[in-house]
């Protein structure tokens, strides 16, 4: 009697043990193939700018809106182009932590740039009205009116410009700044 008793208790371990195994490979299995699909699949955010709850820009690791971008393209020449004497080196090393080449060739053009602002003494602004974003070539171009004022009672130097922001994207979807120039229309130097 003892040994069937021990012979019942062995199988039903057993049949116990073989449901736990077979429940532990099914939850394997499907913990793995969660694992691959979520790393298939792209992470969707939903930006919303402080103070502007119903500007709300989507943004995913591969495609950025060009919402987003024009957005990002306004705020760097607002960096670049609204400064005076006292704050351009302080914007050029703000704009060289979001740039591509930290010590290439933008870094020396911004420097040329802020020599004149300070040598001149010339505050300036600009003014953004269109933008025309193309993500093939990731470049954004940015018209709008730029304002020189050279101080004192002189009349600020207004003019049509045309910038051509550029942009790069690196691990994780981060996108740094590749260049700035400005478009000149053909004729002019």
Same mark, same amino acid.
């Given at each position: 009697m003892n040994f069937n008793y021990t012979k019942q208790t062995l199988a039903s371990a057993l049949r116990k043990r073989d449901l736990a195994l077979w429940g532990f490979v099914v939850s394997t299995v499907t913990n793995a193939a969660l694992v691959f699909k979520l790393m /298939?699949?792209?992470? $969707?955010?939903?930006?919303?700018p402080q103070y502007q709850d119903e500007h709300r820009l989507e943004v995913t690791r591969s495609k950025y809106s060009d919402e987003y971008l024009i957005d990002w393209a306004a705020g760097i020449l607002n960096v670049i182009l609204c400064a005076n004497a006292d704050s351009i080196d302080w914007k050029i090393s703000q704009l060289l932590k979001i740039s591509l080449h930290n010590y290439g060739p933008l870094k020396e053009q911004l420097k040329e740039e802020a020599k004149k602002i300070k040598q001149d003494k010339i505050s300036t602004v600009f003014y953004p009205n269109s933008f025309k974003v193309n993500q093939a =070539?990731?470049?954004?171009?940015?018209? /709008?009116?730029h304002s020189a004022y050279f101080g @004192?009672? +002189?009349?600020?130097? !207004?003019? &049509? =410009?045309?910038?051509? !922001?550029?942009?790069? !994207?690196?691990? $994780? @979807? !981060?996108?740094?700044?590749? /260049?700035? &120039?400005?478009? +000149? +229309? %053909?004729?002019? %130097?």
């Amino acid at each position: 009697m003892n040994f069937n008793y021990t012979k019942q208790t062995l199988a039903s371990a057993l049949r116990k043990r073989d449901l736990a195994l077979w429940g532990f490979v099914v939850s394997t299995v499907t913990n793995a193939a969660l694992v691959f699909k979520l790393m /298939g699949t792209e992470e $969707h955010w939903v930006l919303m700018p402080q103070y502007q709850d119903e500007h709300r820009l989507e943004v995913t690791r591969s495609k950025y809106s060009d919402e987003y971008l024009i957005d990002w393209a306004a705020g760097i020449l607002n960096v670049i182009l609204c400064a005076n004497a006292d704050s351009i080196d302080w914007k050029i090393s703000q704009l060289l932590k979001i740039s591509l080449h930290n010590y290439g060739p933008l870094k020396e053009q911004l420097k040329e740039e802020a020599k004149k602002i300070k040598q001149d003494k010339i505050s300036t602004v600009f003014y953004p009205n269109s933008f025309k974003v193309n993500q093939a =070539k990731r470049t954004i171009e940015v018209t /709008g009116e730029h304002s020189a004022y050279f101080g @004192g009672d +002189k009349a600020p130097v !207004v003019s &049509k =410009k045309t910038f051509e !922001v550029s942009w790069a !994207v690196r691990s $994780h @979807g !981060v996108i740094l700044l590749e /260049g700035v &120039k400005e478009l +000149k +229309k %053909q004729g002019e %130097q």
